[in-house]
């Protein structure tokens, strides 16, 4: 498959295989590679990673959801994409609207998508669609010639997501700052609403990952007859290593406000994810809810 400037585009296989991407960056001598977080941990996680040669790449695109900065760190230094960039958007908006720069902090690139991509507008509104002031959390809305015409022969899911005046509404929550980075802050419907309190997983998951033996957190709410939603941490353990539940409460006890901190904090030896590497919440809410036996009717745990 050719692309513009001559360069061409390798898929190494027909589904995430490390070593065919090793092999193929090696022997194709690759400058650029593309994928989900997940997928460059696995790559660096590969038994054989240190036998490829892949000192032709310097720059790639890593997307679907934040980075840990130790993750970021790793591909810089042992795989030599320093100029790699991340990005944002959906199949909606072909595939992408924001966008880092090669030059970007690492800081920068683990907690922000970037900057709007060229000939794209970018809104950040509340749920009155009223645009909020810069630095207060909203809906990330865009328009531009990225965005779909509609859902194949479905006007009504099209309606619920472009509005007349040809905005998507993406439903990621997200504040910008004064440079125009943006920042998400989770999705709407996996805000956990505690006791009236709105409490983002992705804060929690951002923090949870600066823990050296965790491998991959994803924070979700579940049910509790008292306060509707609490916390809770799914975790799973980088193999080799260890992790106590306490010792992931006292870390949260030491970093976020007392209503953040998750009540039950279970560890999974994977997590359900999208032929593409996205991580299936929905799923991983169910999991979670079977493991600490709540009853969805009553709201109740019980062991």
């Known amino acids: 498959m050719m692309l513009t400037h001559g360069a061409t585009c390798i898929f190494p296989s027909k589904v995430f295989n490390t070593k065919k991407v090793l092999a193929a960056v090696q022997d194709e001598k690759c400058n650029s590679l593309y994928g989900v977080p997940t997928m460059f941990i696995d790559l660096l996680r590969e038994a054989d990673f240190n036998k490829y040669d892949l000192t032709s790449l310097y720059t790639g695109i890593m997307g679907a959801t934040s980075c840990p900065i130790p993750t970021l760190e790793d591909v810089i230094t042992k795989m030599h994409l320093k100029k790699i960039v991340v990005c944002y958007g959906s199949t909606e908006t072909s595939p992408v609207t924001f966008q880092g720069l090669m030059d970007d ?42 965005t779909m015409l509609g859902y194949w022969n479905d006007p009504e899911k099209t309606a619920e997501v472009i509005s007349q005046t040809r905005w998507y509404h993406s439903g990621d929550m997200a504040v910008m700052d004064d440079d125009g980075y943006c920042k998400i802050i989770g999705r709407y ?37 008292r306060l509707g939603e609490e916390v809770c941490a799914c975790i799973q353990i980088s193999e080799g290593k260890e992790c ?13 406000s007392k209503y953040k901190q998750p009540r039950y904090v279970i560890f999974m030896d994977s997590f359900p994810l999208t032929p593409t590497g996205k991580f299936q919440k929905f799923k991983i809410r169910k999991m979670a809810r079977e493991i600490l036996k709540l009853d969805e009717t009553t709201n109740q745990y019980s062991n």
């Open 189 to 225: 419907k996996d805000m956990i609403i505690r006791g009236g309190e709105n409490i983002y997983p992705t804060e929690i998951e951002n923090l949870l990952y600066k823990l050296p033996n965790i491998r991959e957190v994803q924070v979700v709410g579940v049910p509790d007859a």
């Open 105 to 146: 902090s690492i800081e920068k690139r683990c907690s922000t998508i970037g900057l709007p991509s060229c000939h794209n507008e970018v809104k950040i509104v509340n749920e009155n669609d009223e645009i909020v002031p810069i630095g207060e959390p909203g809906e990330i809305c865009t328009r531009g010639y990225t």
């Open 244 to 256: 106590t539940e306490q010792e992931v409460k006292d870390y949260c006890l030491q970093n976020l």
